[in-house]
């Protein structure tokens, strides 16, 4: 899929890749009718790169079903969202998002993802025919209008989960009984860090918005939330076959290669730029002060520390309204409340009293200053707070981006209050 919280997890049908050519491919069994129920059927995973969009970074799949005695080449995906629905905006501040799925022809799905410069892969499947026919009539039932809509979920009911598990139910378990004893070494957190590392933007937000659950070990069965991951896992996977076991996977064709590079397998994004960003504030506050600029050097370091408490404020108001009073359950348990906290708004409503304040009488002005010293003493020791909780088991959500950013600017901001003193009327 959380602002970027997302981020993030939604993939439509937004694809690319040129028609396939049907004689091109070493389609195994569509050649003639045959005379079991279902050997008429071949079932293909499609599996598509990521795209620009927040929505197409975490890739995108589908069931590809050819039926030569329909003579239909249909492709089945869970990916669909409108924005323009009337209550999409409730539901997606809610937690509690509509997907539907849909059946397109194969050729125009394939087309899209080319134009959108997307690598299309197409994974032969080593379905029986009662295993074939069992799918399509699932696709077709989940298709009816009354049954096509789900409730989203960025990570346990994607539009690449959908597809697992219409395939596992076709072939009986095989693939959970495979796969949800293995681990991964990952977790949901590590898979939305590196898939949306290239944007800063969408890349903090969502490293701010998402909580604790992300943070825990994730099994192959629920790394299969990626399609791309789930393209790989499936290679490993064997079924019972007449012949005996044999691969799930028979073949992989890229119907599309995209010239964009591919998906990152590390996170390569460190703390720096955000240690970099606090310098710049604080940087910005200390010139200002001791530059000679006069009173307007002092209130101009001020609103620094106002801008950021204000900033700090708000997005840990956002953080407990989503722990608080929605379902975006991966939001709970946040341990970013420690650096952007709510308190910071009473922080710059007293910095902002403050700079009134030494305009006016003296007595007023160190009531001002004693208490905008303490607001943003508090905020900082919160900050640091949750730095050291950190050794704590159970307080070590991965967060050291965040951390970078925000404490360094919280002591920042209670350093210069108390740098203040209590200079004449005049001088400030």
């Known amino acids: 899929m959380i602002a970027a919280v997302l981020f993030a ?3 439509v049908v937004t694809a690319q890749s040129p028609a396939p050519d049907r004689q091109a491919l070493p389609l195994s069994t569509t050649a003639a009718v045959a005379r079991e129920p279902g050997s008429n059927l071949t079932v293909y995973l499609l599996t598509m790169g990521p795209g620009d969009q927040v929505w197409e970074m975490f890739g995108h799949n589908a069931i590809w079903i050819r039926d030569a005695e329909a003579g239909t080449d249909i492709a089945y995906h869970w990916g ?4 323009a629905d009337s209550d999409f905006v409730p539901r997606f501040i809610q937690g509690r998002m509509r997907y539907s799925m849909g059946a397109f022809d194969m050729e125009q799905t394939v087309d899209q993802y080319r134009q959108t410069n997307r690598t299309v892969w197409a994974q032969e499947l080593n379905l029986s025919p009662a295993q074939r026919l069992r ?5 077709a039932w989940n298709n009816l209008p009354q049954n096509r809509h789900y409730d989203y979920d960025y990570y346990r009911d994607n539009c690449s989960t959908r597809v697992r598990d219409a395939i596992d139910g076709a072939l009986g378990g095989v693939i959970e009984a495979a796969s949800t004893r293995v681990g991964t070494g990952t977790t949901y957190r590590f898979h939305t860090s590196r898939l949306t590392q290239d944007g800063l933007g969408i890349f903090t937000g969502t490293m701010i918005g998402l909580g604790q659950p992300v943070d825990r070990e994730i099994s192959a069965w629920e790394e299969m939330f990626l399609p ?3 393209k790989e896992r499936l290679k490993e996977i064997r079924v019972g076959t007449p012949n005996g076991s044999e691969p799930l996977v028979r073949g992989e064709t890229v119907l599309f290669q995209a010239s964009r590079t591919l998906e990152e397998v590390a996170v390569n994004r460190g703390i720096g730029v955000y240690l970099a960003i606090a310098a710049g504030f604080v940087a910005a506050g200390i010139l200002l002060w001791l530059l000679p600029l006069g009173a307007a050097g002092k209130t101009g370091a001020l609103a620094v520390a106002t801008l950021w408490s204000v900033i700090a404020g708000i997005g840990g108001t956002l953080l407990a309204f989503l722990w608080g009073f929605t379902d975006h359950i991966y939001s709970y348990r946040n341990e970013n409340l420690f650096q952007l906290n ?16 030494r305009r006016g009488e003296a007595a007023a002005s160190a009531a001002a200053l004693r ?5 943003t003493l508090v905020v900082a020791l919160i900050s640091v707070a949750g730095f050291v909780l950190q050794v704590v088991p159970g307080l ?6 965040v951390i970078a950013l925000a ?3 919280h002591i920042g901001a209670a350093a210069l209050l108390h740098l203040i003193g209590r200079p004449p009327r005049d001088s400030f």
């Open 342 to 357: 709510p308190v910071s708004l009473i922080a710059a409503v007293l910095i902002v009293r403050l700079i009134w304040k």
């Open 396 to 401: 070590d959500q991965v967060n050291s981006s």
């Open 407 to 409: 404490m360094p600017l």
């Open 9 to 11: 997890a939604a993939q």
């Open 135 to 139: 799918l399509v009539e699932f696709v």
């Open 228 to 230: 791309v991951r789930m």
């Open 371 to 375: 208490d905008a010293r303490r607001a």
């Open 80 to 83: 669909l969202f409108e924005f």
